[in-house]
């Protein structure tokens, strides 16, 4: 090839022979020289994503008298890890805990400043909600469940207050650690350190330490809709966890109330806080829900929530132990928390959080490896956006336009679309190879091989997107090469760039426009990228053969460590996720098509210089390479086996809810009609199908939808307890002995009264309280018209065919009150004298281990060790009214 150069300030352009330093000829090495960099930003960015500070001790009161000290924090959560399990209705939780945290908060009440004043109150209450889950309508109602709230009371008592929330029950089989008990502990600290400060804060701060939210989210609703003390809050910081360890981020806020961003720019020390994960959480990709939803919801106030993300795969098991935690998390999340709290209970914006102009626009925020947190209002981002997309555009083409005068003009615009061809074929072929690869994993019964070893992501997925961009850009340079060309290869390739710039603007402005606040990623990306060409424009380097390259180098430098913490991110994020998604998904897709995006954001403007290499197969071949050698490992040893035990310190076990399960079915009359009993297995993730039929093995187990109950009896007669987790998932049955059971709940029938000629109620009694569920099938043309639950009936859900009402109900302490409960049906016919309604109530034993039979014992023990199995006993009546 030729190139060409300008004489003097003619602006006419001769050829140049190939040994004046054409860039052609640079060292084929290069290319994995850009690898390299890929890899070195990846490893950088992987530092400061896991990096935490050194944790404060007893030792450092004296240095820091107003510190958040780690070590005491720690020391309450061991206590409360030591509890082990803690759900709901359990003694650990309604006593041990609750005791213990009452104890802590009666020794800070007793070591407060005397200036301050520091409120408890215990609240034990009783209500019900409406709600919906998964697009999965039910009832929730509880009784009985527990709220120990504490209130330091600020300056102006009557000013709104801060609010700060975590929950300290758990779920079956997992003590918790991170899963409340941690952030309660922080809490704990963070009451310590406030009420010794010699001067009262500006305003209040409520402390809620809810006894149910697993349940789901109970506690909190009665906090808010009963507590005299709700109506004081303005906002509030939510506490979670959705990992064991690593960084909080801030994943929810608002919704609107931009001033909370504002608050949380200015306090924060250590930022971890993406409107991207909001987006993402809120759209559903993520299987759980917090106590966020019902302040927002039900109490229509403004909050913040966070969550420790990392180590997903502990999160609910028996590993979310203190174990697997360190003294750094808390310290860093005690030091942004404590910060936060400070400066919202002292802010002009918390006074004014209930006036309505407050409460208006969105904010988009983000922060750069924890080094840098930016926000803006969405009108502002919008601005941004559109300045930088023109820009991006206008910029670079005016300054290349300029160096080869109108003479080459044409060329730019040609090669510019060049450059965009390449970047749009390289991007769908490597989503679609990543999407092939997930496929042919899944079909040789290799789905998840990266589930423990992540590593081997790099090879299966972003190796072969990033050989997909860099055979598009080889086509490209093959088929469209113009010889004649009066642009230099330099040229050529910045202006490929300007292709690449209208890429990332095609993407960048419908998102913005659409009200898509993540399109600041994107946004960001191509930023650099204008950046590299207005100090290019500036210089004068566009006509040079080194200089430019050495600048866009440095700017992608900077790209790609912001492209690679969102890898980390996501895949830290969506690999655990990826074991507790059911089976019905690949997960191979997910992960592959994030990877390939992320790999489209490292690389888009890298593989472009691949025109510059005197040989671009020797990077092919090596990538090539790299991909059989993951799929090797992935395929024929064990480093592709997805679960690993504990023997590390780093379990990342495959999950399995078992019940065992006994069913009772009544005809009309009331009369027993018949029983069954056996097992019942959930279908965690993609491999758990397998497991399953290993441990029925020689016995075959039943899909649950396949079950000879599905012909006659309400839901299958499969005993539900929470539909948003199992009606989502396969089931699978396998007939067995049933449990031994101390006690049940009981729904008793008083009878009936028939209110209008086409209105009937119904009357029951209801004993027990252990955790429990009503399932309420309305018979063909009669329809629930109301009852006692709630003031109105929440609409009924759908499974295999038939809509019934679905019920959840949870005890928390026990009562020896029966419950009253009323249903009024309605049917056309004024005449009518059928049955109304199929009615099944199922109860749910948790934490029953030492009452577990023989055989349920024998049945978990087949289990590999690193199989996590939460064992549970269900009876399940079916009754016909």
Known sequence: MVERRKRGGTGKVEPVGEDENNLHKLDSQMGMFGVVLMLFCGTVSSYMFTYLPDALTTAHLKSYPGAFIAERAWDNLQVLNDYGPKPTGSEANEKLAADYLKRQIELIQASKHRNQELLAEHQVVSGGYPISFMGNPLTSLYRNVQNLVVKLVGENATSPALMLNCHFDTVASSPGASDDGASCCVMLEIMRVLSREPKRNQHSVIFLFNGAEETPLQAAHGFITQHPWASEVGAFLNLESAGSGGKEVLFQSGPQHPWMIDVYARAIRHPFAHAAAEEIFQSGLIPSDTDFRIFRDFGNIPGMDFAHMVEGYRYHTKFDNIDYLSLPVLQRTGDNILALTREMINSEELANSKNEENAKGFKVFYDFMGLLFVCYSSDVAVTINSLVSILAILLPYCGLSRSVRRVGEAAIVKETIYGFVATVLGTIVGLLTCLFIGRQLDSMGRAMSWFSTPYLVLGLYCCPALLAHAFAQIAVNKFFADKKSVLNLSQVVQSRFIGVNLFWVLLVVPLTFAGIHSAYIFMIVLLFSLMSSLVSVLLGYQNTVRRWLAVHVAFQLVTMLWATQYYHMFMKLFIPISGRIGGAKNPEYLIGSIAALCMLLVSSYIVPLIALLKKASELTARLTVFILIAILLACFTQVGFPYRDDSANAPTVQRHYVTNVIRIFHDENGNYRSSDSGFLFREMDRNSHRMIRGVASPQTIVPMRSMSTCESEIFCAVPFYSMWHQIRFDNFWLPGPGPDLLTMNNLLYEGREKLTAN?????????????????????????????????????????????????????????????????????????????????????????TGPNHTTQFNELIQKFPPWAHVIPSVAAMTVFVF
């Open 759 to 847: 209105r009937t109620r119904l009357y029951f009694t209801f004993e027990g309280s252990i955790q429990s569920s009503l399932i309420i099938g309305p018979k063909p043309g009669v329809k629930l018209a109301s009852w006692s639950l709630l003031d109105e009936v929440t609409p009924p859900t759908e499974f295999n065919g038939q809509k019934a009402h679905f019920v959840l109900i949870t005890h928390g302490l026990p009562s020896a009150e029966p419950w009253e409960i009323t249903m009024d049906f309605e049917h056309d016919n004024p005449d009518y004298d059928g049955l109304f309604a199929d009615v099944a109530l199922v109860t749910t034993f948790w934490e």
